[in-house]
């Protein structure tokens, strides 16, 4: 049984799908099986998936529901101890997986895990840092603070996962910040790396690119509501500040500014090779 089951979920993003592929392939960590899911791709993603099916615990190509039902599907097939998922279009940085299983050993009651995001345009090119908050218990009842854990930047338990019934697969937008509403309603506390984990390609055909330029489109908007409410949550400009003095406070704020102004323009595979080499 591996400890990690990666799903990918894919349409017609074949352009992209073979390096999101090969930075799972590539990391140091081998203890992991990676799943695909394509909802019947009509460009060349078929024959990316193809390519590499024998290093693939599982794959299929069928139409579905959207994401989220997509991944439902994807994880009912997982056999990993901890599941986690990469868009299609995204990447995972190399020492992610040995970072995470490394802290696990050392925390083996954690069941719920979260890194950090860069943000690179289709060029390759960094855009932002985002540096997470450190895990406050008030906080994490918010609703700012569950909607920033970005989705594949965060592990969790199998347990976990089906204890909370997988994705809402009503959703199209805000799988994520439901799901991890979920876990913090069942009292789980997030753990809190401050490493790179994952690599956020923005991107005109991306669901989410509207978000990273803070102009949400008028269905996002309306579903984030929603789920804010069904899960009984409210949006408040005390709690946003509460979150905005709880960065400043322990520095994570400016730490995502000074990476910004660091790496911004910089090509993301230099960064995920600097930053994943061994240290000396």
């Not at 199209?172 to 876990?183: A, I, P, R």
């Amino acid at each position: 049984m591996p400890t990690f089951s990666i799903v990918i979920v894919n349409y017609n993003y074949g352009r992209y799908l073979e390096q999101a592929m090969m930075s799972v392939f590539d990391q140091t960590c081998k203890d992991f099986e990676l799943i695909i899911v394509d909802g019947a791709s009509t460009d060349n993603s078929i024959n990316v998936i193809r390519k590499y099916a024998d290093s693939l615990a599982w794959w299929v190509s069928e139409p579905d529901e959207g994401q989220s039902d997509a991944l439902n599907k994807g994880f009912a097939k997982a056999k990993g101890k901890f599941f986690l998922w990469l868009n299609a279009d995204d990447l995972i940085f190399p020492d992610t997986l040995e970072t995470a299983s490394r802290y696990l050993r050392l925390h083996p009651d954690c069941s719920w895990l979260a890194g950090d995001t860069v943000c690179f345009n289709v060029s390759g090119s960094i855009q932002r840092c985002l540096y997470g908050p450190y895990y406050n218990t008030w906080l994490m009842k918010q609703t700012r603070v569950c909607g920033i854990v970005n989705g594949p930047s965060s592990l969790f338990s199998r347990f976990l996962y089906q204890k909370v019934g997988g994705v809402d697969t009503a959703l199209h937008y805000v799988m994520d910040m439901d799901l991890w509403m979920k876990f913090a309603d069942q009292g789980v506390r997030l753990h809190k790396i401050h490493k790179y984990f994952w690599g956020l390609r923005i991107h005109e055909e991306s669901k989410t690119s509207h978000e990273d330029i803070n102009f949400p489109n008028e269905d996002f908007k309306k579903e984030r509501d929603m789920v804010i409410l069904k899960n009984k949550r409210v949006r408040t400009a005390s709690e946003l500040w509460c979150f905005r003095m709880w960065k400043l406070f322990t520095g994570t704020h400016l730490r995502g500014i000074y990476d910004t102004w660091k790496w911004r323009g910089v090509p993301i595979d230099l960064l995920m090779k600097k930053i994943s080499a061994p240290k000396n």
